[in-house]
C-alpha cells in the first residue's frame, strides 16, 4: 500500500473514530501515533522478511549451480525455500495484497511491545484497543475482506523491582519540558499558547514540587502569593503545606498564568480555581492524565509512564537539578 493512501486511510478513521465522536484532539494525536508506529514497524519486518527471502534464494541457486542440477519451482515457491505454513500465508498475504493478515502482525506488533519494549500492560491494552477500532473500520469501508478478533498473549506478572524500568530518565525529563517548549513556540494562536502555558506550569509544579495531582487540582488563585513565590497547597486529610518556587522562569510562568486567568474564567462558581478548561470548569484527574500523554508522545518517549512518574523524578535526580538552576 502507498504511503499516500495508507495516510489517507488512517485520516479517514481518525475522522471517524475521534473528530465525528467529538473527543479531543489529543486523542487523535494519540491513535494517530499508534498506527503510523505500527505501520512503520511492519514495514521493517517486511523489508527484512524480503531480505531473508531474497538471501536464502540466492545461497540456494548457488549450490544447486554447483551441484549442476536445477530444480522447477513447485507453487510459485523458490528453490531452497523451506517454509512453514504460517510463512507461506504471510508471503501470499504480502505477494497478492491481502490485508487480512493485518491482525497477525499487530498481535507480533503489541507482542513486541511487551515482551522486547517492556511496555506496561495497560499500554497494551490501549493499543490493541485501538487496533481493533481500526479493523472494525477497514472492514466497513471494504479495505479488508475478513478479520479475527486479536488474540495476545496473557503476560505474568513482573517482580517489582523490574517494573522501575518504566521511571523517566533526566534525558527524558530533559525532552518532555523540550516538547512543551517547542509547542508554545511554535502555537500561533494566542489562545492556545495561553492553554500550553498552563499546560507548562502544571507540569513543572508536578516535577519540581512534586505535587500530587489532586493537589495540584484543588489550587486557588488565592493559595500564591507573588511577593513571596510561596504557594500554599491544601490537602485532604493533612495540614496544608507551603512551598517556594525557587525557579525564576517558574515565577515568571506563573505570574503569566495568573495574569492570563481571566480568559478561562466563564463561571461564577469555578473562577478562583487554579486551573480551568477552556470552557472555565475545573480539570479533572483525566484531563492531567492526557496533558502529561500528549507531551509524552510528542518528546517520543515509549516507556509506559504516567504524571506520577514525572513527580517521583525530583527524588531521583535533584542534585542535577539544583545543579542546573543554579
Partial sequence: MASQNLQKQIEGFI????????????????????L??????????????????ESGHLVSQVLTDLQGVRK????????????????????????EGKEWGYEEWMEKY?????????????????????????????????????YRPLKLREQPKLPKEISLDRYLTKKEIDRFFLAIQQ???????????????RDQVMMELLFYHRLEVSELLRLEVSDYNRKTAVLTVPRKREKERTVYLFSKELQ???????????YFEHDEMYQNRMFLSKLGKPLSMKMVVNIFEKYRVRAGIEKACTPKDLKNGLGRYAVEVVREMG
Fill in 15 to 34: 475522522n471517524t473514530q475521534v473528530v465525528s465522536r467529538g473527543l479531543d484532539e489529543r486523542t487523535a494525536i494519540a491513535y494517530r501515533m499508534d
Fill in 36 to 53: 503510523e508506529q505500527f505501520h512503520s514497524w511492519m514495514e521493517l519486518k517486511i523489508k527484512e522478511k524480503r531480505e531473508q527471502t
Fill in 72 to 95: 522447477k519451482p513447485e507453487s510459485g515457491i523458490q528453490p531452497g525455500l523451506q517454509l512453514g505454513e504460517a510463512e507461506l500465508q504471510e508471503k501470499r498475504c504480502l505477494e
Fill in 110 to 146: 503489541l507482542n513486541y511491545l511487551s515482551e522486547e519494549k517492556g511496555l506496561r500492560t495497560s499500554t497494551i491494552s490501549r493499543r490493541h484497543r485501538v487496533f481493533r477500532y481500526y479493523l472494525a473500520y477497514l472492514a466497513k469501508q471494504g479495505l479488508v475482506e475478513r
Fill in 183 to 197: 509547542e508554545y513556540e511554535e502555537l500561533d494562536s494566542e489562545f492556545r499558547r495561553r492553554v500550553c502555558l
Fill in 252 to 262: 515568571g510562568r506563573m505570574a503569566q498564568w495568573l495574569d492570563d486567568h481571566d
